[in-house]
Structures are given as structure tokens and as C-alpha cells.
């Protein structure tokens, strides 16, 4: 088997390993608040690191968990064909999910996925967050955002990109919504909290 065999496999498990870096959880624990996983969600994402109070640790959070996804799009695409390098965003939001340093109880994967659809085609990536822009801005509500930004993300693709990429869009929002099923059944509930509030014991 020769390298450039291998080189597939090679920036996926690149892309894994850096989606599963959990920067909310490092982020909080090294500003002396302890284990995110232990408030409001339970979440290593953006979204409960905001429920501490700490807007620029969440910010960053946000930021951090974002670029990891672009940066498995962006190497994996320095090295290989457009296809690798949508496996290799793909990649990095499993390991957003599914870490292997936390037992793969992870995150949500909303921005590791928005970081991928910005990084692999930028007018889907935009679309997608001004979809969230809009639907957090009338509803305050995080996860209500994120549902929208990922379905419209697919259709969007459908009208700009190759099949390719609607699959990769389709995918990562199925893994949004099936990581949201709790929310889904808040929201419906009409009990989901809004941005910033804190609600301990949710999942």
C-alpha cells in the first residue's frame, strides 16, 4: 500500500482529531470554572459555555470549535481532491461529537459544522449563519437556530453546489438533529431555554 493510499485515511483521522479537541471544556476549566458538562446542557458547546456568563469565553469557544472545522477542510483540500476534503470536515464534526478524550460524549456540532460548510463553500457557510442570525435574533432561542441553519443548509447547496456537497451538508444535519432529539422535544414542549439562560439538568 503506498502513500498516497494511505493519505485519505490519513486526513480523516487529521480531521477527527481535531474536531474532537473540546475547547469549551478547556477553555472553562482553565478560567477556573470547573467541568462545563456539569451546568445547563451539558454540552461542551459554545451555547452552554454562555450559560456560565462568560461571553468571551463562549465567544471563543465558539470561534476555536469553528476553525477546528475549517481547518480539516483546508488541509485535507492543501493534499488531496474536493471529495477528501469534505470526508475530512465530515470527520471533524464526529470528532466534535463523538470525542475520543471524553468518552465520545461530545458536543452538538453546530459551529465544527458551520466552520466545515464555510471552509468547503463559503456562500452555503454564510447562508447557513445568517439563517441562525435571523432565527436566534426573533426566537432567542440557540437551538431553534441551529435546526434552521442546517435545514436550509442542504437546500441551499441543492441550488449552488455539487452533489458532493449536498451530501455532506445532508449529513451534517442529520447528526445536528439527532444530537438536538432533546431539544426538538423541548422546543415542542414550548420548556427550551432561551440564549444565556441557565437550566441545570437538561440534556
Not at 83 to 94: E, F, K, P, Q, S
Not at 157 to 180: D, M, P, Y
Request: charged letters at 10%.
Amino acid at each position: 500500500m503506498s502513500i498516497d493510499d494511505l493519505l485519505p485515511f490519513g486526513l480523516c483521522l487529521l480531521g477527527y482529531l481535531l474536531g474532537s479537541i473540546p475547547f469549551g471544556l478547556m477553555l472553562t476549566r482553565a478560567a477556573g470554572l470547573g467541568d462545563i458538562r456539569g451546568i445547563g446542557s451539558g454540552s461542551i458547546g459554545a451555547t452552554n459555555v454562555l450559560r456560565t456568563g462568560r461571553r468571551g469565553l463562549a465567544a471563543a469557544t465558539l470561534l476555536l470549535d469553528g476553525l477546528k472545522g475549517a481547518a480539516a477542510v483546508l488541509i485535507a483540500r492543501f493534499y488531496g481532491h474536493l471529495d477528501i476534503a469534505l470526508l475530512a470536515g465530515l470527520a471533524a464534526v464526529l470528532g466534535h461529537l463523538f470525542p475520543i478524550w471524553l468518552r465520545f460524549n461530545g458536543g452538538k456540532g453546530v459551529a465544527t459544522g458551520l466552520g466545515v460548510l464555510i471552509a468547503g463553500s463559503w456562500p452555503i457557510g454564510l447562508a447557513a449563519c445568517a439563517v441562525w442570525l435571523v432565527v436566534a435574533g426573533v426566537s432567542r432561542i440557540s437551538s431553534l437556530a441551529s435546526l434552521a441553519a442546517f435545514a436550509a443548509a442542504p437546500v441551499v447547496a441543492l441550488i449552488l453546489e455539487n452533489f458532493s456537497f449536498v451530501k455532506l451538508a445532508f449529513t451534517i444535519a442529520v447528526l445536528v438533529f439527532v444530537r438536538h432529539q432533546a431539544n426538538i422535544r423541548r422546543l415542542f414542549a414550548g420548556t427550551e431555554p432561551r440564549i444565556g439562560q441557565v437550566k441545570t439538568g437538561t440534556a
